[in-house]
């Protein structure tokens, strides 16, 4: 959080989150730098995802028109491990931390109720996110609050 709060972020920059067993890909960074140049800069930059549980990977396709874009429909079919992030965009909301695992759920869905968002798919898999709860795993055992 110190570097999201560090005034060295330009508005041209974008900013991932990832959970403790989520890998962003790097083929998918290097293609989007293509888009993310001006005059494009989506607000979001998304592509499909591989969820991986118990040793087993499943292929997620993102859709073309994400519902977590649309207007009341809180539905994610976009993961947000891996989800590029204008920090021009997202600087203006507030993480609550009072929600704690949840709070990413919050943070998007106050991003996806209050304003019409510009976004673009690449053909890529944006992040191979950990689906056997390891985030969860760990706030159980106290390691991190």
């Known amino acids: 959080?110190?570097?999201?709060?560090?005034?060295?972020?330009?508005?041209?920059?974008?900013?991932?989150?990832?959970?403790?067993?989520?890998?962003?890909?790097?083929?998918?960074?290097?293609?989007?730098?293509?888009?993310?140049?001006?005059?494009?800069?989506?607000?979001?930059?998304?592509?499909?995802?591989?969820?991986?549980?118990?040793?087993?990977?499943?292929?997620?396709?993102?859709?073309?028109?994400?519902?977590?874009?649309?207007?009341?429909?809180?539905?994610?079919?976009?993961?947000?491990?891996?989800l590029l992030n204008r920090w021009e965009t997202i600087k203006k909301f507030r993480f609550d931390a009072r929600y704690q695992l949840a709070g990413d759920f919050d943070f998007y869905i106050r991003i996806a109720s209050s304003m019409d968002v510009t976004y673009a798919k690449m053909p890529k898999v944006q992040a191979i996110i950990g689906a056997d709860g390891m985030s969860n795993s760990l706030k159980a055992l106290e390691i991190y609050p």
């Open 1 to 82: 959080m110190d570097r999201l709060e560090s005034t060295t972020l330009t508005n041209d920059c974008y900013v991932a989150f990832l959970g403790i067993d989520d890998t962003i890909r790097e083929d998918y960074c290097l293609a989007a730098t293509r888009i993310a140049q001006p005059p494009t800069q989506p607000d979001f930059i998304y592509g499909d995802a591989l969820n991986v549980s118990h040793g087993r990977a499943k292929y997620q396709v993102s859709p073309l028109m994400p519902k977590l874009f649309g207007k009341n429909n809180y539905l994610f079919d976009v993961p947000h491990p891996g």
